[in-house]
């Protein structure tokens, strides 16, 4: 399923137009004593159901204002000699909180001067699985905000690309409940993501920096920044086509190279595609320990993929130059976040844009993103750690 409404014109009638879709009959469900896959329908009417709550959560994003009323996801609504699905009492007090909780990302956000005035979230089912009467239904969510032109530098959207996971059952009347719904990225969560859910899926442990090699210092978030002047051109490397790279891959992956999204992340292999594509050359040996970057067919060195050992390697190669400040990024360059400051880096982005406001847009994997800005980072985690690097 994949829903084409905008999020605005979709959301005074949420819940009604979501859910109204022949379902999967219970007696079929109980009948299964094996995994299967679902009729289109029901994929389609659990597609309607996730479409339903993540558009109600981007729309608590908007301006006041830009947004329609919000209509509760747990209603369920009827449809004439059809099926139904709802929520659950418990998901729907979550949701209810989920939104209050993401009015308190866009307050972050109006302070650090950014704003949304129009969204635009399509899911697709990407597959679906039944035994006996529980269901589980993995999702793609797309979803393209708006920039509101508050400074007049900004760009004109952000997007990403979510997965997450259903979770439903079957009730004795034949309808479902939708019980569950949760992130299945790694990496930051996404601005429509509320901080009542869980964190970045699989963190790495906490590592220490070996002591052969250079660590990054912490970047301070204050705006604005002292100015860092970068030379974008007539240097040794091309910025501009790092920043074309990621935004051609940035959802869409090269195929020429391996995805690492289920053996720890691909945030930090697309940086150093990326980097690749500007000119950086890679070190096939070395004496150093983490000395080497490097992509083949048969591997990849820890410091291509691993986000700690990019940064040791980037430091004590001198490829790159630590920023006192996230705002002091240009195109080109990479920012690292510690989710928890535990010590152990967890995620890395390139800057794709750079306002003339002197704001750095992000582009990076896990979760699959568009020029997200250092803004929405910091309304998403004020309480983490950044590092910001000169490349």
């Not at 301006?63 to 449809?79: D, H, K, N, S």
């Not at 240097?235 to 020429?256: F, I, L, S, V």
């Not at 152990?344 to 994997?365: C, E, N, Q």
Request: glycine share 8%.
């Amino acid at each position: 399923m994949r829903s084409q409404t905008s999020s605005r014109s979709r959301s005074t009638v949420l819940v009604a137009v979501a859910l109204s879709a022949v379902l999967l009959p219970l007696s079929t469900a109980h009948a299964a004593d094996a995994p299967v896959t679902v009729d289109r329908a029901t994929a389609d009417a659990f597609g309607r159901i996730a479409d339903a709550v993540l558009t109600d959560r981007t729309d608590a994003l908007l301006a006041p204002g830009t947004a329609a009323p919000r209509v509760a996801p747990g209603a369920g609504v009827r449809a004439a000699g059809a099926g139904r699905v709802s929520l659950t009492a418990a998901l729907t007090r979550t949701e209810d909180a989920a939104v209050a909780s993401l009015h308190g990302t866009r307050s972050r956000l109006a302070a650090l001067g950014e704003a949304y005035t129009a969204a635009d979230t399509e899911v697709t089912v990407d597959r679906t699985r039944v035994t006996g009467s529980r269901a589980t239904a993995w999702v793609t969510e797309t979803t393209v905000l708006t920039y509101r032109r508050i400074r007049g530098d900004e760009p004109a959207t952000t997007g990403f690309s979510a997965h997450h996971v259903l979770t439903l059952a079957a009730r004795t009347d034949g309808t479902w409940q939708l019980s569950g719904l949760r992130p299945a990225d790694r990496g930051p969560r996404q601005v429509n993501e509320p901080a009542t859910t869980d964190g970045p899926a699989g963190p790495a442990p906490a590592r220490m920096s070996p002591t052969a090699v250079i660590d990054a210092p912490r970047a301070a978030t204050t705006y604005p920044a002292p100015a860092a002047v970068k030379n974008l051109s007539g240097g040794p490397y091309d910025y501009a086509a790092m920043a074309t790279y990621a935004e051609k891959y940035w959802k869409n992956y090269n195929t020429a190279y391996r995805s690492f999204n289920a053996v720890g992340g691909d945030c930090t292999n697309y940086v150093s595609q990326s980097l690749k594509a500007g000119g950086w050359q890679p070190v096939t040996s070395s004496d150093e320990e983490y000395g080497t970057w490097y992509y083949g067919t048969s591997g990849q060195s820890d410091s291509w993929v691993g986000v700690n050992e990019w940064s040791w390697f980037t430091q004590t190669a001198g490829r790159t130059a630590p920023l006192a400040n996230v705002y002091q990024m240009d195109v080109g360059d990479v920012m690292q976040m510690d989710f928890d400051k535990d010590g152990s880096k967890d995620h890395t982005m390139i800057t794709s844009y750079r306002s003339a406001g002197g704001v750095p847009y992000l582009t990076y994997h896990d979760t699959d993103t568009y020029r997200r800005s250092v803004q929405s980072l910091l309304a998403s985690y004020p309480n983490s750690a950044y590092y910001a690097y000169r490349t």
